[in-house]
């Protein structure tokens, strides 16, 4: 009985540690900062522009495209802003020549803040390990557990910071939601636009900014 409890106890924290290995190797984006305007407009915004600023063309184009499907699968029509401006990012004289057609409710725009890195300390934790010993009077072997001490270390992660605003572009335009994601170690530009999206486009839906049609 005694060997079972203890074989519980081993395996449970076998288990913590595992997941602290698994989590603390892969990336996470939070919302650590958000600002909604208050007196959202009446009338719903749907038709949505996506414009993401980046130097790199290619780059441009895959954050776009992730934040329409995202935004497609919650309902929100949504555009990227390459097919209307192919070589680069529209500035805000551009933008307001598209809008004058009326044809955009509004437009998200998200970009880079930039990168940083952040060291925290794990403390240490004891972990019980089977031992495996002989008894040399009798040449029987038994098993015992041993609390086994995991010093603490210091871990060093890169925290990646972007940007999301959603700016209302019909009538008078004016900006009605931000937000700031945290990214901890991304493995890729891939994951990492995914993962922020997931964060973003429920939110807006959740808080009214952007309503399904």
């Known amino acids: 009985m ?9 395996i449970s ?10 989590m603390s190797g892969c990336a996470s984006t939070t919302l650590v900062n958000m600002w909604r305007d208050p007196n959202l407009p009446r009338q719903p915004l749907g038709n949505t522009l996506v414009v993401a600023l980046q130097r790199d063309n290619a780059s441009r184009r895959s954050w776009e495209d992730q934040f329409v499907a995202s935004l497609k ?8 802003s390459y097919p209307l401006f192919p070589d680069a990012a529209p500035d805000t004289s551009s933008l307001s020549a598209a809008f004058r057609g009326g044809s955009f409710d509004a437009v998200l725009v998200t970009h880079p803040l930039g990168s940083s890195t952040e060291s925290r ?11 495996t010993v002989v008894n040399p009077w009798t040449g029987h072997y038994y098993r015992y557990y041993a609390d086994v001490y995991t010093p603490g270390h210091v871990e060093v992660s890169r925290v990646v910071r972007y940007e999301t605003e ?3 572009v019909r009538g008078r335009s004016r900006l009605i939601w931000t ?14 636009k995914k993962e922020i999206s997931s964060v973003i486009v429920p939110e807006l839906v959740k808080s009214g900014v952007l309503v399904a049609h």
């Open 2 to 10: 005694i060997d079972g409890i203890r074989m519980s106890r081993s």
């Open 13 to 22: 924290a076998m288990g913590a540690a595992l997941a602290i290995a698994l």
């Open 73 to 80: 699968a919650h309902g929100i029509n949504a555009t990227p």
């Open 121 to 131: 300390y794990v403390p240490g934790y004891l972990t019980p390990e089977p031992m």
């Open 166 to 168: 959603v700016w209302m």
């Open 179 to 192: 937000g700031t994601t945290e990214t901890i170690d991304p493995s890729s530009q891939t994951q990492m």
